[in-house]
């Protein structure tokens, strides 16, 4: 995506913003120079009429009405009223746009900064984009689970295990999953009641893919993280929670641009159980953090 998409965080038209760079994998060339040209300008682009912002951005009508409906308006007069309402909203100044590319001969101090700038857009942007019906019907779920499995692979596989972790610290039965042949001989053993979860921000890791699939079979309610909406992981997923889909940079692969965006619909996921089973959760809390005090005391002299 263009750099010139992002917004300023917390920007009125950031919500939409948001939605462009999660949908654009899933959209064709031209769809995307239309959603560039909306997130950037929406009050250029409300005083256009279809054809207008077709000829703008070198597209056709057709196009405009089918981007307009991928961003999730009935059609492109919906899209331009929404636009209108975004530029009402605008404050008269934008902060100036930061670039975040990362050159080899950065210096340190320019390095986090722009680290800093891209998760802290980053985490808004899935924050934007989290299904919050879908998000509590996961909750749910796994509040009132037997157990819960979690597949991950690499980066994924490390959030999984941030996962279980935080489950099992309430007193949760909950497992990590990152060899695919454990992965599938444990989803064989699951039943109505349990959940499993899925995490891949490309939605396309078959070794992820296939035990979700094996647990969908036998009856576990399914979960998907994922960065990619409609990507083949989420057709055995009874609940899908969508991820930031970040710019990727040879010094920033998508390993690191994803976890981000990943942690914190764990974070969102675990503080949710832990509310609905707080009368449980806060004593298995305590626990766990007794058990672990005494590692954590300087040792005597």
């Known amino acids: 995506m263009n750099q010139d998409v992002k917004e300023s965080f917390g920007s009125p038209g950031g919500s939409l913003a948001a939605k462009?760079?999660?949908?654009?994998?899933?959209?064709t060339r031209s769809m995307q120079r239309v959603a560039e040209a909306v997130a950037h300008d929406p009050a250029g682009c409300a005083a256009l009429t279809v054809t207008g912002l077709a000829e703008l951005t070198g597209t056709s009508e057709a196009t405009v009405v089918r981007t307009a409906r991928l961003l999730g308006y009935p059609g492109y007069r919906d899209l331009r009223l929404a636009l209108?309402?975004?530029?009402?909203?605008?404050?008269?100044?934008?902060?100036?746009?930061?670039?975040?590319?990362?050159?080899?001969?950065?210096?340190?101090?320019?390095?986090?900064?722009?680290?800093?700038?891209?998760?802290?857009?980053?985490?808004?942007?899935?924050?934007?984009?989290?299904?919050?019906?879908?998000?509590?019907?996961?909750?749910?779920?796994?509040?009132?689970?037997?157990?819960?499995?979690?597949?991950?692979?690499g980066a994924s596989g490390l959030v999984a295990q941030d996962l279980?972790?935080?489950l099992l610290r309430i007193g949760l039965i909950a497992h990590a999953h990152s060899d695919p042949h454990l992965a599938v001989t444990n989803a064989v053993q699951l039943r109505a009641g349990d959940v499993a979860i899925a995490i891949t921000h490309s939605g396309?890791?078959?070794?992820?893919?296939e035990p979700l699939r094996v647990a969908f079979e036998h009856g576990a309610t399914t979960v998907a993280v994922t960065g990619r909406p409609n990507s083949p992981v989420t057709q055995y997923a009874d609940h899908v929670l969508t991820t930031s889909t970040s710019r990727e940079t040879e010094l920033r692969p998508a390993a690191m641009s994803s976890r981000t965006s990943q942690l914190l619909v764990?974070?969102?996921?675990?503080?949710?159980?832990?509310?609905?089973?707080?009368?449980?959760?806060?004593?298995?809390?305590?626990?766990?953090?007794?058990?672990?005090?005494?590692r954590h005391r300087s040792a005597p002299r």
């Not at 462009?20 to 959209?27: E, F, G, I, N, Y």
């Not at 975040?100 to 984009?129: F, H, N, R, S, W």
């Not at 996921?269 to 005090?293: D, I, K, M």
């Open 164 to 166: 279980t972790q935080k």
């Open 266 to 294: 764990v974070d969102c996921l675990f503080v949710g159980v832990a509310q609905r089973t707080y009368e449980s959760a806060a004593p298995a809390l305590a626990a766990s953090y007794e058990a672990l005090a005494h």
């Open 84 to 153: 209108a309402g975004f530029a009402a909203q605008q404050q008269s100044g934008r902060a100036p746009a930061i670039t975040t590319d990362i050159a080899v001969d950065d210096p340190i101090a320019d390095v986090v900064a722009k680290l800093a700038y891209e998760e802290q857009q980053t985490l808004a942007d899935t924050a934007a984009g989290l299904d919050t019906v879908q998000l509590d019907a996961a909750v749910g779920a796994l509040a009132a689970a037997r157990r819960t499995d979690v597949y991950g692979i």
């Open 20 to 27: 462009v760079r999660t949908l654009a994998p899933s959209m």
């Open 204 to 209: 396309s890791t078959g070794d992820v893919i």
